[in-house]
């Protein structure tokens, strides 16, 4: 049995070589697939000690891509133990930067963090139709739909976004979360979204009170 305090503190500081150190012990001890599971958990405590010290000025922008690549392989190590199992969703989400913007780091960061609280997240990239949106909604049932930009001109693509939702709708089956730069409470009212982040860590919390 391993010593979840100390991965848990290890993800938490970043220290990569200990993480894989004591996740490649846990493995090699041929651990059930429940046990696994407490391995990841593990990790995504960690990874929300993470974004409690980036919340606090502590850690950066650098500092939460390196932890997302750090959980990815994480679970990479586990996948062997893990099975068809693995852990309960926490829900099913599609993300993606809006139409006319090409920006995805904060993205990216939403996205390793969303799938270390347990999230299913389906990434459309940058760049992204209204259309691609309500068609991957409608394909996997996603329960959440996440939508960023950086640049001004995001706003109304993620307007007429929300706008098409309605058209097709599916608005009341899902609850939209936008995030960047420009958003602001005015902008999530004009917008029509259910919630607003310019912090990754706090959007995460705000997606896991939608399923509680």
């Known amino acids: 049995m391993a010593d979840w305090t100390k991965l848990t503190q290890a993800v938490g500081e970043l220290e990569e070589e200990r993480v894989i150190e004591i ?18 958990a593990a990790c995504q405590k960690g990874m929300a000690s993470v974004g409690e010290l980036f919340e606090t000025g502590d850690y950066f922008v650098g ?9 990815t392989e994480a679970i990479d190590i586990l996948k062997p133990v893990l099975g068809s199992g693995e852990t309960k969703k926490a829900g099913s989400m599609v993300i993606g930067t809006v139409h006319g913007d ?22 459309l990239g940058i760049d992204t139709p209204t ?8 394909e996997v049932n996603a329960q959440i739909v996440g939508m960023s930009g950086v640049l001004t001109l995001a706003l109304e693509s993620m307007k007429d976004t929300v706008e098409q939702f309605k058209e097709a709708g599916l608005r009341d089956d899902v609850k939209v979360i936008i995030g960047g730069n420009p958003v602001t409470k005015e902008a999530c009212e004009h917008i029509g979204a259910d919630a607003f982040t310019t912090n990754a860590a706090e959007g995460v919390k705000i997606i896991q009170s939608w399923t509680v």
């Open 63 to 71: 500092d939460l891509i390196f932890a997302g690549e750090l959980l």
């Open 23 to 40: 996740l490649k012990e846990f493995v090699a001890g041929n651990p059930s697939e429940a046990e696994a599971g407490e391995a990841v």
């Open 102 to 123: 090409l920006h995805d780091i904060g993205k990216n960061i939403f996205k390793s963090m969303a799938e270390a609280a347990g999230f299913e997240v389906y990434d």
């Open 131 to 138: 259309q691609a949106f309500i068609d991957k909604v409608k």
